[in-house]
Each structure stands twice: as C-alpha cells, then as structure tokens.
C-alpha cells in the first residue's frame, strides 16, 4: 500500500453550466495535474474536491479567479483493487479509533491498483496505522 500527505482544495461552486470547465481550464492552462477529482452537489452549489500534483499554486490561482476554497491535508493512498480492501483498511483506523471524514475513490476494472482520498480525524495516528507502525 502506498501513502502519501497531499493537499486537497474544495471549491464551491455555483450549480450552473460551466462551472466546472471554469476550474478545469485555470487547472489545465496552468499545466497542473490532478491526482483525484470528485463533486458532491448541494441545492445551490456543488462542492467540488480537487487534489492537484505537489508544488502547485492552486489555491491562489482559485482565489484570483474569484473561486471560494478551502484547503486541507488529506491521504492519498493507493490498494490492491481487489474485494475487501476498502473495507480492510476502514476496519485498521476504525479499530485505532480513527474516524473517517469521507473518502472517494476511482479505478478502472482492468487496474491492479485503487486510489482513495481519505479526509480522517488524525491523520499522523492514520498514517502510523496504514504503515503498521502503531494500533
């Protein structure tokens, strides 16, 4: 399983045509990648979770477009796509007494590998658990 620290913005966006090409095209021009993407809408606005490469100045190329952000650590990790990995991790921080924010997730079918965003209550006690180092 490989673990890694990163940044997450999420950015709040109107519900309306063209917001989400908005943020992807400032993401785009400025030749930064992102690791995970996902968006959750609400009644007036979706809030959109982005994840971009390490080095970035997302969070300052959002606020000068006008975007509103929050920016948080989150965990990137990367599993074994197969049945009941989720699942076993969830049950390591859950049995460390860590609580797990959220969490969202993309593979394609014919990858051997997952990756997951994890928003977790203490992430240096999640990363001591996922790298067995603690209980």
């Known amino acids: 399983m490989n673990i890694k620290r990163c940044r997450q913005?999420?950015?709040?966006?109107?519900?309306?045509?063209?917001?989400?090409?908005?943020?992807?095209t400032i993401i785009a021009d400025r030749k930064i990648n992102l690791h995970a993407i996902c968006a959750i809408d609400t009644i007036e606005e979706s809030i959109l979770r982005i994840v971009p490469e390490a080095g970035s100045e997302i969070g300052r190329?959002?606020?000068?477009?006008?975007?509103?952000?929050?920016?948080?650590?989150?965990?990137?990790?990367?599993?074994?796509?197969?049945?009941?990995?989720?699942?076993?991790?969830?049950?390591?921080?859950?049995?460390?007494?860590?609580?797990?924010?959220?969490?969202?997730?993309?593979?394609?079918?014919?990858?051997?590998q997952a990756t997951l965003v994890l928003r977790v209550g203490d992430i240096d006690q999640a990363l001591a658990v996922l790298q067995g180092e603690g209980a």
């Open 9 to 24: 913005y999420s950015v709040f966006l109107e519900n309306r045509v063209g917001a989400l090409a908005e943020v992807c």
């Open 61 to 112: 190329l959002l606020d000068q477009a006008g975007f509103r952000s929050i920016e948080s650590e989150v965990l990137l990790v990367e599993l074994v796509n197969q049945p009941g990995a989720t699942g076993d991790l969830a049950t390591r921080l859950s049995q460390a007494g860590i609580n797990i924010n959220y969490v969202y997730a993309s593979v394609h079918p014919q990858c051997q």
